[in-house]
Nanobody
Framework: QVQLVESGGGLVQPGGSLRLSCVTSGSILSFSSMGWYRQAPGKQREMVASIVSGRITNYADSVKGRFTISRDNAKNTVFLQMNGLKPEDTAVYYC?????????WGQGTQVTVSS
């Protein structure tokens, strides 16, 4: 059973930065893509950023230029560097991984942007 464990969330002031990490229990190379999603209260879960085949990145328009997704194969970890955080970035952030047959989710980590 594959497990994804997120960390790095917290409370930050507007304009601040956070770095989220997602560690996989299996080899990260077994996944065709990995990504970060978020869900704010009362809203649907939305894609924030994804990395496909280890190198092709995609971002939601709302985070382009502020967030960067990357991965470290040796550490089986995917990161989300978040800069210039805004109150509207407040949400639970979930790590996601896709293999040929399955989709996996982490338990989520809370990010709160507030002064």
């Amino acid at each position: 059973q594959v497990q994804l464990v997120e960390s790095g969330g917290g409370l930050v002031q507007p304009g601040g930065s956070l770095r989220l990490s997602c560690v996989t229990s299996g080899s990260i190379l077994s996944f065709s893509s990995m990504g970060w999603y978020r869900q704010a209260p009362g809203k649907q879960r939305e894609m924030v950023a994804s990395i496909v085949s280890g190198r092709i990145t995609n971002y939601a328009d709302s985070v382009k230029g502020r967030f960067t997704i990357s991965r470290d194969n040796a550490k089986n970890t995917v990161f989300l560097q978040m800069n210039g955080l805004k109150p509207e970035d407040t949400a639970v952030y979930y790590c996601n991984a896709l293999s040929v047959r399955n989709i996996y989710w982490g338990q989520g980590t809370q990010v709160t942007v507030s002064s």
